[in-house]
């Protein structure tokens, strides 16, 4: 077995080296028709470098000792597809073709190579086919090429496995409309980088496995086919971080499934895809730290749909655009740590997070979502574990958090929450089955809520609905800005609260409705309750109360709120003020619910209520009622002492019934007599009025029944209110 070594030769024939056996083959500085040397046998390097070959090189099935060096070479193998084929080749050392000119395709299907694969400053060129087609590539060190590497046509490597890194920095692929770089089913043992890369083509990294960092940082990928991914790479399994920061593409981004054991960053990325697929689609997607997308920019949605994220996630000065639809689907997604859209975050299109999980906190502070035909967050079912901070966001369309879990604070402080419009037609879209939605600018049905739920200095343009909402401490609306536009301001039907804080910026010009709603205080003012539209407080319970209304007031606001009458609200209002020390304003709220009670009923129980009231003020005015007797009293008194005649000289005042049975005459205990119709003085059956005694007599009468009974009416109702 021999060694040779050409150096600037010229051969007019192709080299046959098939099955050829060498210690050290060598060709540099060649001029050469092509080379054929399949299977050949070297048993130290191969050296074909700063050749210039002016056809095929074909080292199929070889064996190469050392390395195999094609550096510097320039290959033109215009009338072949394949400029150099080493299928099958087995290299024990370094594959070298830095530097190298090949014009047709590097074809190294299976190849195996024990060293490293060296392409710094290669340029091959295929144009429209694969440049280099290595499928089940396998390279026992690494691929290095981070400088000056253009490839005019796609990289096949599918199946390929390295036990080291693959740098491919700065690579330039060129196939438009078509498959740029071919990963499919790769297995990395450490680092894919291919930073600042411009590809024109699809990047495919399906079910890809790479043990250390994937890094895309600053890569640009344009001249994708239309409805396909600029990057597909489904079930992408990373054991270390994805770097995909102010990466800049020209199509989706697909990581349906994708696993990341560490971080996930996407920061200042641009993203972008038609008007029927996702920028980014990472749903089902696994991270085990964090999702960083801060100042990314998205021209279509964002699909995280049952992700899972270990850590937080950073939305931060991020902007998604996606008017037609859905911005950013977050729906059954898990996140471990804090959500944060902040800043100048912004999404058009509506952001879903319907059934999420949040284990700190959920961050919206100055976000802006815009869904002005729809819901612009739809949260329902969202759980989480900290507080839901919206303060001063601004968001154009529903915000919808029924039926969602807060183990802390829900916040929508100076927020401006412009609602969706009761009237606009739904274009297309369909209306909730559980209840209508338009019309509304936040509801929350049905949620629980550990801490407070403050709105304090928000501006809603439509309804705010809280029904069966559960809150911990207070609920806030100081300086709130109740809806403008729709036919309810506030609904808050079986709300359940430590505290109501119901203190708006302005009356409400809408209803305003807490019936069955529950609280321990209630704090209002005169700007809570509307003057010209309905309020309903049926079944509202409140035990204390802090507010400026006067008692006067507050009758006001009662009977506005109970345009048909019921005792329950007025008793608890007169509870309250009891509790509070204020017994003379319980007494006038007590004494109006009375007074309501007895007008609602049919006319004689009006008229006999209107004589309680002028009698004894239905049992309030006992001081009128000792008036009127004495009154009477003093008068009946009078009358039979200087306005009878006596009966006869021996007997002076009225005539006796029977002239030898009377008591003497005295005519302030007859008159008692007359007055006190249950209790029997001996004197009024004892003489008998004639002419007007007789009508003084029966007005007595009638006088001390209707006092006796209005008193006992009085005493019955306060027994009963004891």
């Known amino acids: 077995?021999?060694?040779?070594?050409?150096?600037?030769?010229?051969?007019?024939?192709?080299?046959?080296?098939?099955?050829?056996?060498?210690?050290?083959?060598?060709?540099?500085?060649?001029?050469?028709?092509?080379?054929?040397?399949?299977?050949?046998?070297?048993?130290?390097?191969?050296?074909?470098?700063?050749?210039?070959?002016?056809?095929?090189?074909?080292?199929?099935?070889?064996?190469?000792?050392?390395?195999?060096?094609?550096?510097?070479?320039?290959?033109?193998?215009?009338?072949?597809?394949?400029?150099?084929?080493?299928?099958?080749?087995?290299?024990?050392?370094?594959?070298?073709?830095?530097?190298?000119?090949?014009?047709?395709?590097?074809?190294?299907?299976?190849?195996?190579?024990?060293?490293?694969?060296?392409?710094?400053?290669?340029?091959?060129?295929?144009?429209?086919?694969?440049?280099?087609?290595?499928?089940?590539?396998?390279?026992?060190?690494?691929?290095?090429?981070?400088?000056?590497?253009?490839?005019?046509?796609?990289?096949?490597?599918?199946?390929?496995?390295?036990?080291?890194?693959?740098?491919?920095?700065?690579?330039?692929?060129?196939?438009?409309?078509?498959?740029?770089?071919?990963?499919?089913?790769?297995?990395?043992?450490?680092?894919?980088?291919?930073?600042?890369?411009?590809?024109?083509?699809?990047?495919?990294?399906?079910?890809?496995?790479?043990?250390?960092?994937?890094?895309?940082?600053?890569?640009?990928?344009?001249?994708?086919?239309?409805?396909?991914?600029?990057?597909?790479?489904?079930?992408?399994?990373?054991?270390?971080?994805?770097?995909?920061?102010?990466?800049?593409?020209?199509?989706?981004?697909y990581l349906h499934g994708a696993r990341i054991a560490c971080n996930l960053h996407i920061a200042g990325a641009k993203l972008s895809a038609s008007d029927t697929t996702a920028a980014l689609n990472a749903d089902g997607a696994r991270v085990g730290n964090h999702f960083i997308a801060r100042n990314c920019t998205s021209e279509g949605a964002v699909i995280l749909t049952a992700i899972q994220i270990d850590g937080n996630t950073n939305f931060i000065d991020a902007t998604i655009t996606n008017s037609s639809a859905t911005a950013l689907d977050m729906r059954r997604a898990v996140i471990k740590g804090s959500m944060q859209a902040t800043g100048s975050f912004t999404a058009v299109g509506s952001v879903k997070l319907t059934n999420a999980a949040i284990g700190v906190d959920l961050m919206l502070t100055e976000a802006t979502l815009t869904n002005p035909r729809n819901i612009a967050l739809a949260a329902a079912g969202l759980h989480v574990t900290g507080d839901l901070i919206a303060d001063r966001c601004t968001v154009e369309g529903l915000v919808d958090i029924a039926g969602s879990l807060f183990n802390g604070d829900l916040r929508f402080v100076d927020a401006n929450l412009?609602?969706?419009?009761?009237?606009?037609?739904?274009?297309?879209?369909?209306?909730?089955?559980?209840?209508?939605?338009?019309?509304?600018?936040?509801?929350?049905?049905?949620?629980?809520?550990?801490?407070?739920?403050?709105?304090?200095?928000?501006?809603?343009?439509?309804?705010?609905?809280?029904?069966?909402?559960?809150?911990?401490?207070?609920?806030?609306?100081?300086?709130?800005?109740?809806?403008?536009?729709?036919?309810?301001?506030?609904?808050?039907?079986?709300?359940?609260?430590?505290?109501l804080v119901l203190r708006p910026a302005a009356q409400p010009v809408h209803a305003v409705s807490l019936a069955s709603a529950s609280v321990q205080e209630l704090a209002d003012g005169a700007t809570s309750w509307p003057v010209a539209a309905p309020i309903d407080i049926s079944g509202f319970h409140y035990e204390r109360l802090d507010s400026d209304l006067s008692a006067a007031e507050r009758l006001v606001w009662l009977e506005r709120a109970t345009p048909t009458y019921a005792a329950g609200p007025y008793e608890k209002l007169a509870a309250c003020l009891d509790l509070a020390g204020q017994d003379g304003d319980a007494r006038a709220v007590r004494l109006t619910s009375i007074r309501r009670a007895h007008q609602a009923k049919n006319l004689m129980i009006r008229l006999w209520g209107n004589l309680q009231d002028a009698a004894i003020g239905y049992g309030y005015a006992p001081g009128r009622t000792l008036a009127i007797f004495g009154l009477l009293l003093v008068g009946a008194g009078l009358w039979f002492s200087l306005g009878v005649a006596d009966c006869l000289p021996a007997s002076p005042g009225l005539c006796p019934v029977k002239a030898d049975e009377h008591p003497t005459w005295d005519p302030w205990l007859y008159s008692l007599d007359l007055l006190i119709p249950l209790v029997d003085l001996g004197h009024e059956k004892a003489w008998d009025p004639l002419g007007a005694s007789k009508l003084v007599t029966m007005v007595l009468v009638m006088s001390g029944w209707i006092l006796t009974t209005t008193v006992i009416a009085a005493a019955s109702r306060t027994l009963r209110r004891a």
């Open 418 to 499: 412009k609602g969706l419009s009761a009237d606009e037609s739904s274009r297309g879209n369909l209306v909730d089955a559980k209840g209508g939605w338009r019309g509304l600018a936040l509801r929350c049905t049905g949620s629980r809520i550990a801490g407070d739920m403050d709105l304090r200095g928000a501006q809603l343009k439509r309804g705010l609905v809280m029904d069966s909402v559960t809150v911990g401490r207070t609920v806030r609306l100081e300086g709130t800005h109740l809806a403008t536009e729709g036919p309810s301001a506030l609904q808050a039907n079986g709300l359940t609260a430590e505290t």
């Open 1 to 253: 077995m021999e060694s040779f070594h050409f150096i600037e030769c010229v051969f007019d024939r192709t080299p046959f080296l098939n099955d050829a056996k060498a210690q050290f083959i060598g060709f540099t500085h060649c001029l050469l028709p092509g080379l054929d040397a399949q299977r050949i046998r070297c048993s130290g390097p191969a050296w074909l470098s700063n050749n210039r070959v002016l056809g095929a090189i074909d080292m199929q099935d070889a064996d190469i000792g050392g390395d195999l060096s094609l550096s510097h070479s320039t290959i033109v193998a215009e009338q072949a597809k394949r400029a150099v084929t080493l299928d099958g080749t087995h290299v024990a050392s370094d594959l070298d073709i830095r530097g190298v000119h090949i014009t047709g395709a590097l074809s190294m299907d299976t190849v195996r190579i024990d060293g490293d694969f060296l392409l710094d400053d290669a340029e091959l060129a295929q144009p429209g086919g694969w440049a280099i087609y290595a499928p089940k590539l396998a390279v026992g060190a690494s691929i290095i090429g981070d400088t000056g590497v253009q490839v005019t046509g796609g990289m096949f490597l599918e199946g390929s496995t390295v036990a080291g890194n693959v740098y491919l920095s700065h690579l330039e692929v060129s196939r438009p409309s078509g498959i740029a770089l071919a990963f499919d089913h790769c297995r990395i043992a450490l680092a894919f980088r291919c930073a600042d890369a411009r590809i024109r083509g699809t990047v495919r990294l399906h079910h890809m496995v790479i043990g250390c960092q994937l890094d895309l940082q600053r890569a640009r990928i344009g001249d994708i086919k239309k409805d396909e991914d600029a990057i597909r790479a489904d079930h992408l399994e990373v054991e270390g971080s994805a770097l995909l920061t102010d990466l800049d593409l020209a199509g989706p981004l």
